[in-house]
């Protein structure tokens, strides 16, 4: 049976297929003891373990590939009202984390003979396997009960000087610590609260609409030094709330740029590298060195890769043969589940690279600038991407229209999905101007 492609169903399916294999495990377990509950049939206890291993291995496998999203989709049942909730969400959160770690270490060293490691997979992240078995069907309970209670009245929307007043108000409210932290947290390019603030600080600010919980911008990079981890950044009433109090709160900015082809081999020993170093071609090469200039000090450059997705450089990907109109190419609602993960909406995007990229990105990032989506080949573009990135005044002044194009479609798009609901919102034009000019 495929696997479902919707991130609560996958898990759902998964953690029943966890408990099925358990269940089958322990409806023969005894059968190999005898009546003190001693193994009397070694070999036939162990082969159970390992079918058992197995059999939850497979099933685990779409906890891997879905978790992620999955606890995004439920992170809003996990409130201070729900604390058994919480604790299974943050559970949930621990082991996740905990299993990709185990696995990149014994990918991390395959050929060390005597490595702790090179045991059955399933039997080194076994209790981070029944831990999902365990707490994900108490998240997915509250999911559904929140999902079948009745709809709460949509409240009116404040008008600028309602909402104006509302901060200023709540700015006498809000403890010292947490409206420090919103402040520290917009002066930096990725919005992101310090990890070592208390977490009561980050419910209180999550609770009330100024953060929220997502992905680290790294994505699903996993190295010794740098573990999975969901991460607390600031929404967008987070950063108009640092405006109001005067902080000098950017956009986040982000330039993607499409892959390339040719491809860098590992070095001796590995079997990846950095997605910053594996696309080789002049033409991708080309499109980074602009995309840094483009961000200089405040923005982040994601890579569009054919197999992976939206990655940051320093993903560790190994190399495919892969083009992004393939039939095993990224998909659409995958782009989706990831730029909804960085939260690339309330970000000024501009898209370097040719038109299938392009479109590949539309439905994920409807509000993408192109500047090249005019040019007539590719030595034209290579041509743009050179003065765009030359240190003159005429490079810094169509850096400056690209972001300024960037800013007007967000802050379109964003105005016509307020339409839509019936609500008022910015006019292009008039989102923050005080963003660097590059």
């Known amino acids: 049976m495929p696997t479902p492609t919707d991130p609560i169903d996958a898990v759902s399916t998964a953690v029943r297929g966890i408990q099925q294999a358990m269940a089958d495990w322990n409806a023969v377990s005894d059968s190999f003891c005898d009546r ?5 049939d070694t070999g036939g206890w162990e082969s159970g373990i390992v079918t058992r291993d197995l059999a939850a291995w497979r099933h685990f496998r779409a906890v891997l590939e879905h978790g992620v999203p999955f606890l995004l989709l439920t992170k809003d049942v996990a409130r201070p009202t729900t604390p058994d909730v919480t604790h299974a969400h943050r559970t949930l959160v621990a082991t996740l984390s905990s299993a990709h770690r185990t696995l990149h270490a014994m990918i991390d060293s395959p050929h060390e003979e005597d490595h702790p490691l090179r045991e059955n997979v399933a039997a080194e992240i076994w209790h981070e396997i029944v831990s999902w078995a365990e707490h994900a069907p108490l998240v ?7 999902e079948a209670a009745p ?3 949509a409240l009116p929307r404040p008008t600028r000087a309602e909402r104006t007043a509302l901060v200023r108000t709540a700015a006498g409210r809000m403890p010292d610590v947490a409206h420090a932290a919103v402040l520290a947290a917009a002066a930096q390019p990725e919005h992101l609260l310090d990890k070592r603030l208390h977490q009561r600080t980050l419910d209180y600010l999550i609770e009330r609409g100024m953060a929220q919980v997502r992905p680290l911008p790294d994505g699903h990079r996993i190295t010794r030094d740098h573990q999975f981890a969901l991460a607390v950044h600031l929404t967008e009433a987070g950063r108009q709330y640092a405006l109001e109090q ?5 956009p986040r900015r982000a330039v993607v740029v499409a892959c390339g082809s040719r491809k860098a081999a590992p070095a001796p020993g590995a079997t990846t590298v950095p997605a910053g170093d594996l696309y080789t071609g002049s033409y991708h090469r080309a499109l980074r060195r602009t995309a840094e200039v483009l961000t200089g000090d405040w923005g982040t450059v994601y890579i569009l890769s054919a197999q992976a997705g939206l990655v940051p450089t320093d993903r560790l990907l190994a190399p495919y043969d892969l083009r992004i109109t393939d039939p095993r190419a990224v998909t659409g609602e995958q782009l989706r589940h990831q730029a909804a993960a960085l ?4 970000a000024d995007v501009i898209f370097l690279g040719g038109g299938k990229y392009a479109r590949a990105l539309a439905s994920a990032v409807p509000h993408r600038a192109m500047p090249l989506a005019g040019t007539r080949g590719m030595g034209e573009q290579l041509q743009l991407l050179k003065h765009a990135r030359a240190d003159t005044d ?9 972001w300024a194009q960037a800013d007007f479609i967000r802050t379109r798009q964003a105005a016509s999905r307020a339409a839509n609901f019936g609500r008022p919102a910015a006019l292009p034009g008039t989102a923050d101007r005080s963003a660097p000019r590059r």
Request: overall charge positive; aromatic content about 4%.
């Open 140 to 146: 997915l309970d509250a999911r559904r009960r929140a």
């Open 36 to 40: 003190d509950g001693q193994v009397v």
């Open 394 to 402: 005429d490079g810094l002044q169509l850096r400056t229209a690209w």
């Open 151 to 153: 709809p709460k009245a």
């Open 343 to 346: 939260d690339l909406e309330h």
């Open 246 to 250: 005067g902080a000098r709160a950017l």
